[in-house]
């Protein structure tokens, strides 16, 4: 079963019912708050995660993700989870400090 550890949120662990689904919704499945100014739609960089392991268990770079890279706004460890489709495995993530939710208790 694919698992998401968010290591700022107290190590949070959640699943996914099954894989290949948007980092973003097994989230949100999960009743975990994140940023998402544009919608989920890919045209910002609010959703960002920080990824620490496990980046071969997503899916690979869409076009908007490739763009924003060219951009400079997504770093080899970043993506966005609105973009990013688990596969099997887990990921260990961290919010991104600059999209934290004000209403959240983040660790660290």
């Known amino acids: 079963m694919?698992?998401?550890?968010?290591?700022?949120?107290?190590?949070?662990?959640?699943?996914a019912k099954e894989?290949?689904?948007k980092v973003i919704e097994i989230i949100h499945d999960n009743y975990v708050?994140?940023?998402h100014a544009c919608g989920k739609k890919g045209r910002c960089t609010t959703c960002m995660?920080?990824?620490?392991?496990?980046?071969?268990?997503l899916s690979e770079l869409t076009e908007r993700e490739v763009s924003y890279?060219?951009?400079?706004?997504?770093?080899?460890?970043?993506?966005?989870?609105?973009?990013a489709r688990l596969k099997e495995g887990t990921i260990r993530i961290r919010v991104n400090d600059q999209y934290k939710l004000p209403h959240m208790d983040y660790s660290e």
């Open 2 to 15: 694919p698992k998401i550890i968010i290591e700022n949120l107290y190590h949070k662990e959640i699943s």
């Open 19 to 21: 894989p290949d689904y």
């Open 33 to 35: 708050d994140w940023m």
């Open 49 to 57: 995660m920080i990824v620490e392991d496990g980046m071969e268990n």
């Open 69 to 83: 890279r060219n951009l400079g706004k997504l770093k080899p460890n970043q993506r966005l989870t609105c973009q």
